[in-house]
């Protein structure tokens, strides 16, 4: 993907290098803020070992200096993904009368706290509703690369515009349609509409790729493969294999490789959000 001197979104959050983003730092704020009133009010008598320590930030990946730099230039890379999925939707939403609120990224490293609870780098990307932020811990690409044998610069895009269609989901109400529905039913049926919902966001994701493309000419070629190959890397039954060595089909809540990639590239072909209707869809 072509990315260099483009514009980088500024509606990024970066808490990378920002202990457990407040999860493992409680103990370690309250010592410094214990600490800097006892200094302040003078305190000469104070024993220090009634100072409370600082949590020892053990769990705090520490970079190397080329690791920093590379991790930098994969998070300037996720700004201008983010900045064009805005350029997108803006358009998209413009278009049928409406105007789109853009959604704010977090970069986080180990650990973050959201509105949806507390998330470490193993939760995997994710969007949450209740604060309408993406969170991204930059550990996935490289996961995406070693782990999951999906390379590339647009496999990572891709995970970012999935994202970027729950978001329009919460925007447009599916979201909140769809939740109201799985309230009221049993486990497997609850698990077919978070199925759906996965699948859309998918479809949504490949509807960006297609106009990203026709208002940049961003795309290298073999691009969309790295995105096909990432859905078809992250489908549940992938995973579940990956995991536990069977497929387990009532529990999978993404949809199978084959259905993720069948929705995204439907989207990146047609470029049509009308046709995302993962709902209706017979097949599923
Ligand atoms: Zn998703």
């Known amino acids: 993907m072509k990315w260099l001197g483009r514009r980088g979104s500024s509606n990024v959050d970066d808490r990378r290098g920002i202990s457990g983003g407040g999860i493992a730092a409680g103990g370690g704020v309250i010592g410094v803020i214990m600490y800097l009133l006892y200094t302040f009010l003078g305190g000469g008598e104070v024993d220090p070992s009634q100072i409370p ?75 949450c509703p209740g604060d309408n932020k993406l969170y991204i811990d930059l550990v996935f690409y ?8 999906a390379p590339g610069d647009f496999a990572m895009a891709y995970v970012v515009a999935h994202e970027v269609g729950h978001h329009i989901q919460n925007l447009n109400g599916t979201a909140a349609k769809i939740s109201r529905l ?40 073999g691009d969309i493969d790295e995105a096909l190959n990432a ?39 047609t470029g049509d959000i009308k046709q995302g209707d993962t709902f209706n869809a017979p097949d599923l």
Request: overall charge negative; some cysteine; glycine content about 6%.
């Open 142 to 149: 490289q996961d995406l690369q070693n782990k999951l044998n």
């Open 53 to 127: 320590q600082l949590s020892p930030e053990s769990n705090q990946t520490v970079l190397t200096p080329e690791e920093q730099k590379k991790d930098d230039e994969r998070a300037e890379f996720i700004k201008v993904v983010l900045a064009d999925t805005e350029d997108v939707w803006n358009k998209l939403f413009a278009e049928n009368g409406k105007q789109y609120q853009e959604p704010t990224l977090v970069l986080f490293r180990d650990g973050v706290s959201s509105a949806c609870g507390n998330a470490s780098a193993a939760s995997g990307p994710f969007y």
């Open 231 to 269: 859905a078809n890397a992250i489908g549940d039954d992938m995973l579940q294999k990956k995991s536990t060595g069977q497929v387990v089909p009532d529990a999978f809540t993404h949809g199978t490789s084959a259905q993720r990639m069948y929705w995204f590239r439907k989207g990146f072909q």
């Open 182 to 221: 799985q309230q009221q039913a049993g486990e497997t049926e609850a698990n077919r509409y978070s199925v759906m919902m996965e699948l859309q966001a998918d479809f949504l994701a490949g509807v960006w790729a297609n106009h990203a493309q026709k208002m940049k000419s961003f795309l290298d070629e």
